[in-house]
């Protein structure tokens, strides 16, 4: 419940606040409308086209915060109701993207206008009325490191320095136009650049978070189940469901990527630390990840296999993982980053941040929420007999 009496970094009292949340309908949003509900004062006008994963905040009319939260069902691309609510909160938070890589390289055209285009009108309603903005970014606008040019065999590839990604030092490395994979990054990038000059140009007050791949329950859908057959969901839901079907887990070019996994809700308590101490966020670009949760994806694939077989009691399959081209798997124009982790420098000196949970821990808490989700469902969906 709500704390009275909150204090912020600094000591100050926290004064309650209204929030538009634009996409509180998606993974991040419904774990920070939960966050906000249960243990701040704080108002959610709750924007987004869906609103399944945030049903169990809004039905029924008797929870405990029934006058804090107000679902809008809108598209920001065409709704002109959208000012109107920037105006009446005192923050925005803008999460609407369309962010699974599936969609990067074939869908092109709607990722650039789901990440800059529809981002415009938000980002200009903000300025003009002069209201804070945190906008959700992506760790992707590193694109691929400097240690990934030098030759392989370069003991310069151990130096933190060509790998470790800094807000305020790296460089911005995407893949040539062709390689349509780098179409999200790109747009993210120009929507940070855009919002960073409206802060230099018109004072808009911002905070731009870079998450690094942020994972738990509710994250994207699990294909045939509560999404599209053939979709293609972010990692997480694609090892999730591979193991639910007690399928091989597919390995996009030999699963030598890397990545640092951070936990949902360390996540969101340093988002919660954004929004209740804008002395210390506005301005700035936060990396929020977890640099101690590096793996490859083959490794994340053989810990979620033995996570999996422990949550569900069945064992390992014979054949865990499989290899598969990315042309295969993702079609023409896929790339990918190699190696992500963040610096951790400016979010702890601002926000006294640190992520806790440990790889393990966090996939056994969300395949756990998997196996409860999804078990029953994936079984009768493969018992189905299909029509001939
Ligand atoms: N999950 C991660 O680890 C991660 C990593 C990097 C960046 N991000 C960024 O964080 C944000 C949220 O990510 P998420 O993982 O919660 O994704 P998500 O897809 O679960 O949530 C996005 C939500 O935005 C809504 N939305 C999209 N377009 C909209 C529109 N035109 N009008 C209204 N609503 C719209 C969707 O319906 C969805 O509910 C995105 O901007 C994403 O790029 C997320
Ligand atoms: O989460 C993030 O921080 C950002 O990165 C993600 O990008 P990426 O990490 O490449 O996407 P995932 O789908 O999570 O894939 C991770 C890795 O696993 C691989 N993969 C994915 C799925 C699969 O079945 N098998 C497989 O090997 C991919 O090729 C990639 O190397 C998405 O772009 C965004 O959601 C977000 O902005």
Redo the contacts with the bound molecule.
């Keep these: 419940m709500a704390t009275a009496n909150k204090v912020d970094l600094d000591g100050r009292p926290i004064k309650p606040i209204t929030i538009c949340m634009i996409g509180a309908g998606g993974f991040i949003g419904s774990h920070l409308c939960e966050k906000l509900l249960l243990e701040t004062p704080h108002k959610i006008l709750a924007l987004d086209v869906y609103n399944d994963k945030i049903k169990h905040l809004l039905e029924p009319d008797s929870l405990p915060w029934v006058d804090r939260i107000q679902f809008h069902r809108l598209n920001i691309k065409h709704d002109s109701r959208l000012e109107g609510l920037i105006k009446m909160a005192d923050l925005t938070i803008n999460l609407a993207a369309i962010?699974?890589?599936?969609d990067?390289n074939t869908r092109p055209l709607d990722t650039i206008y789901s990440n800059f285009i529809d981002a415009l009108p938000v980002v200009k309603y903000c300025s003009e009325n002069n209201k804070r903005l945190i906008h959700f970014s992506?760790?992707?606008v590193y694109g691929k490191t400097i240690g990934s040019f030098l030759p392989k065999d370069s003991p310069l590839r151990e130096d933190p320095a060509y790998y470790i990604l800094k807000e305020d030092a790296s460089p911005c490395i995407f893949g040539p136009i062709e390689k349509q994979r780098w179409s999200?990054?790109c747009a993210?990038q120009l929507i940070e650049r855009l919002i960073y000059a409206e802060g230099a140009e018109n004072g808009l007050e911002f905070t731009i978070v870079r998450?690094?791949?942020?994972?738990g329950p509710r994250m994207d859908f699990i294909p045939g189940i509560d999404g599209p057959s053939e979709g293609?969901?972010?990692?997480?839901a694609?090892?999730s469901n591979?193991l639910l079907r007690r399928e091989p887990?597919?390995?996009?070019?030999g699963?030598q990527?890397q990545?640092t996994f951070v936990y949902i809700k360390d996540a969101i308590e340093a988002v919660l630390l954004m929004i209740e101490n804008p002395a210390r966020a506005n301005g700035h670009i936060f990396n929020v990840?977890n640099p101690h949760n590096e793996v490859t994806?083959r490794q994340?694939?053989e810990m979620m296999t033995k996570v999996y077989s422990q949550v569900s009691g069945e064992p390992a399959p014979e054949v865990p993982t499989v290899d598969?081209s990315?042309k295969e798997?993702?079609g023409e124009g896929?790339d990918?980053?190699d190696k992500?982790i963040p610096d951790m420098t400016i979010i702890n000196r601002q926000l006294g941040w640190n992520p806790k949970t440990s790889l393990w821990d966090l996939l056994e808490s969300t395949l756990t929420y998997q196996h409860r989700t999804y078990a029953e469902a994936v079984k009768k969906a493969i018992a189905k007999p299909t029509c001939s």
Excluded at 99 to 102: K, L
Excluded at 232 to 236: D, E, F, G, S, T
Excluded at 249 to 253: E, G
């Design positions: 962010c699974t890589p599936a990067y992506t760790c992707e999200y990054a993210k998450p690094f791949n942020w994972i293609v969901p972010r990692v997480l694609c090892f591979a887990l597919k390995l996009v070019d699963g990527s990545r990840g994806v994340l694939a598969v990315s798997f993702y896929y990918d980053s992500r």
